[in-house]
Nanobody, 124 residues
């Protein structure tokens, strides 16, 4: 089991930046992903990192603007977001899975463990 707690959300103007945090409490090696969900829309994958941190994947919509990183000493994941757009608005979730690949990392059902989410609102 692993517990995940997100924080760092807020309201910003278009073009601004935010850094989300996900505190991890638990043993084992996991794939970690960030997902987001706007009202009335399906949950979508944002980024994923492999257990050893050797590879990071990003959705095309955020590539070049978002950076997924880990601080192992603090057991914390970060999503640094810059150049924010109104379409980035949504509830952002941290999730953990035992195994995913390039074909499955964007599917929420493959992630057994989830945080409670943190809201990001980007105004135009």
């Amino acid at each position: 089991q692993v517990e995940l707690v997100e924080s760092g959300g807020g309201s910003v103007q278009a073009g601004g930046s935010l850094r989300l945090s996900c505190k991890v409490d638990g043993n084992g090696r996991y794939f970690f992903s960030w997902f987001r969900q706007a009202p009335g829309k399906e949950r979508e994958a944002v980024a994923c990192v492999t257990p050893g941190g050797g590879m990071t994947y990003y959705a095309d919509s955020v590539k070049g603007r978002f950076t997924f990183s880990k601080d192992n000493a603090r057991n914390t994941l970060y999503l640094q977001m810059s150049g924010l757009k109104p379409e980035d608005t949504g509830m952002y979730y941290c999730a953990a899975a035992f195994w995913v690949n390039s074909a499955t990392w964007d599917q929420p059902r493959n992630f057994p463990f989830w945080g409670q989410g943190t809201q990001v609102t980007v105004s135009s």
